[in-house]
């Protein structure tokens, strides 16, 4: 099993360009998230998902959208993207029945937008 | 108030010592705690969940005080390989059921030779 991957590994955008980051799981985990994590701010939820077809905002949405046509992954759009959304992603998944709550990680992404 | 504060150490420590992080959290209602692991430049690991009576998982002993709402993490015979930022984890089910999982900015203990 690959887990959690996460593409593109490293990304450089200019203000006001966008993109689309994608997370993909082979786990068949039900639950999928988002987090952005910067210094001294730790990991804060950006989206979440609960199932194919549901998404819900999360600490830090404004900026940012989701989808999950697919159980197996969860995409992150930047509709106009910001020096303030400079940040490495990660995207995470579990089980929703698991009583440990494990949440499994990607590799992350690395964004710069200048 | 922070929801989940962690000293940010850094933590410098001698191989083979004995080292204790804490944390704490705000929320009372808060219901499950977990220890991840964070490498340098990589993805956070689980390390283990923290009960209420208190567990042990080799080296490592995790505690919670539910009076004085922290947990704590400690480790024993400090190895090379412990060097990592070691990230709280709180969870709150909220009114809808869904559980809100809360990061600590984390704790890095730096272990040397």
């Known amino acids: 099993n690959a887990g959690v991957t996460q593409t593109p590994k490293f990304r450089v955008l200019k203000t006001g360009q966008s993109m689309t980051l994608l997370c993909a799981q082979d786990?068949?985990?039900?639950?999928m998230y988002w987090y952005r994590q910067d210094p001294g701010m730790g990991l804060r939820l950006i989206h979440y998902?609960?199932?194919?077809?549901?998404?819900a905002k999360g600490e830090v949405p404004d900026g940012y959208n989701v989808s999950r046509l697919k159980k197996q992954n969860f995409l992150l759009g930047l509709e106009s993207a910001a020096p303030s959304q400079t940040s490495v992603y990660f995207c995470?998944?579990?089980?929703?029945?698991?009583?440990?709550?494990?949440?499994?990680f990607g590799p992350g992404t690395r964004l710069t937008v200048t | 108030r922070k929801e989940v504060e962690q000293d940010p150490g850094p933590f410098n420590v001698p191989e083979g010592a004995t080292v204790a992080f804490n944390c704490t959290y705000s929320?009372?209602?808060?219901?499950?705690f977990f220890w991840y692991r964070q490498d340098c430049r990589k993805e956070p690991k689980l390390l283990m969940s923290?009960?209420?009576s208190g567990n042990e998982d080799g080296r490592f002993t995790a505690q919670l005080n539910r009076a004085s709402q922290y947990i704590s993490l400690l480790i024993r015979d400090s190895k090379l390989s412990d060097s990592a930022t070691y990230l709280c984890?709180?969870?709150?089910?909220?009114?809808?059921?869904?559980?809100?999982?809360?990061f600590g900015t984390g704790t890095k203990l730096q272990v040397i030779p």
């Open positions: 998902s609960v199932g194919e077809g549901t998404t």
């Open positions: 929320n009372s209602a808060s219901q499950s």
């Open positions: 984890v709180v969870n709150i089910r909220n009114s809808g059921g869904y559980q809100k999982v809360t």
């Open positions: 786990m068949n985990h039900e639950y």
């Open positions: 923290v009960y209420s």
């Open positions: 995470a998944s579990r089980f929703r029945q698991d009583s440990s709550y494990e949440q499994y």
